[in-house]
């Protein structure tokens, strides 16, 4: 691994996480206040800069607008982090910026059209705070996955913090990268990740695989990105499912 920047990361977000997040390597939780020591935290912590623009200006000038057969939504949030966005090296700043966007794409409105009775306000809790920590992974124009995080391995994660099984742990992997992105919420996600300075990508198909997902700059190599993802995987997803309190759940 190497480290650029080993300053812990402490931000406060506006509502506590769950304390079972400090299960995993390097991430305390006090309430509301979230320490993240990189060192420990990460597989690999090669940037500690990113892409982000202010929530509330996204909320005013991008989410209501409308695509068009001249203008399609991505190229309406591509225009928009060309125009707001900036490079920051402040951590804190971006988990809190993805609490943000998190509360709102996986708000509890869309419960009942999801059509997946299992899935409940509370499983939306637990995909709100893995994505919001899962912001500080990051992948370079080159496709280079700079850093990586136990929340990229999503079911692996959730199930060592909320003591799913597989089964549960697969199916809220399901809603995040699969049964939300009907087109309406493709719109809404491509709209919101501005915010991050990107898109969201995914390198899985299904379940199973858990390669995860990240927030992309638009134009970054997919296929480096592949690559790069199928070298790294398999041994680290190991050591998160080695933290888990209930080794058979």
């Not at 910026?97 to 869309?110: D, P």
Request: hydrophobic share 45%; net charge negative; glycine share 6%.
């Amino acid at each position: 691994m190497t480290t650029i920047d080993t300053t812990a990361i402490t931000v406060q977000l506006p509502e506590a996480l769950d304390p079972r997040w400090s299960r995993l390597p390097g991430i305390q939780v006090d309430g509301r206040r979230i320490t993240i020591d990189p060192a420990e935290h990460f597989f690999r912590f090669e940037s500690n800069t990113w892409l982000v623009a202010d929530w509330e200006l996204v909320k005013a000038q991008l989410l209501d607008v409308d695509e068009t057969t001249e203008s399609a939504v991505e190229q309406l949030a591509l225009d928009f982090i060309k125009q707001h966005s900036e490079s920051t090296s402040d951590a804190a700043r971006v988990v809190a910026t993805a609490y943000e966007v998190y509360a709102y794409l996986f708000r509890e409105e869309h419960l009942a059209g999801l059509g997946l009775p299992q899935i409940t306000a509370d499983h939306l809790r637990m995909l709100r705070e893995a994505a919001t920590l899962m912001a500080l992974n990051k992948v370079e124009l080159d496709g280079q996955i700079s850093n990586v995080g136990p929340c990229w391995f999503f079911p692996a994660a959730t199930s060592v913090v909320f003591d799913l099984d597989d089964e549960m742990g697969g199916m809220l992997d399901e809603v995040y990268h699969g049964g939300w992105f009907n087109e309406h919420r493709r719109i809404e996600s491509i709209k919101a990740h501005a915010a991050l300075g990107g898109r969201l990508v995914h390198g899985c198909q299904s379940v199973p695989d858990q390669s995860g997902g990240v927030v992309a700059p638009y134009g970054a190599s997919m296929a480096n990105f592949r690559d790069d993802l199928a070298a790294f995987k398999a041994g680290w997803i190991e050591q998160v499912y080695a933290h888990r309190v209930n080794p058979a759940a």
